[in-house]
């Protein structure tokens, strides 16, 4: 598994899509959920299947009707990875509480 060079914004929020799923996600599931343009999630998909975080497979739903969707499922390694990079960048409390003095 490689490391990342760039992790925005986009990235993290498709990392909490897939951490958050007990079953591969398709990409217009992710898309809808993350509110991010196709245009920047299948690409981040892509690097990130390349980088070994994510693997990929055709959806073999034979009683679905449309298009044939492509699945998208964390690896092990790169749950790790993808909780330590949420982790990490979870927003600061706003508003710290004042100790006692």
């Known amino acids: 598994m490689e490391p990342l ?30 509110g991010r343009p196709s245009g920047s999630v299948y690409p981040l998909l892509d690097r990130l299947e390349r980088a070994g975080w994510v693997t990929s497979s055709w959806d073999d739903d034979a009683e679905r009707k449309g298009p044939r969707r492509r699945m998208y499922v964390l690896t092990p390694d790169g749950a790790v990875e993808a909780r330590r990079v949420v982790a990490a960048r979870a927003p600061e409390p706003r508003f710290v509480p004042r100790t006692a003095q």
């Open 5 to 34: 060079q760039r992790i925005g914004k986009a990235t993290v929020d498709v990392l909490e899509v897939l951490l958050g799923a007990s079953e591969p996600r398709w990409g217009l599931e992710i898309i809808k959920l993350t």
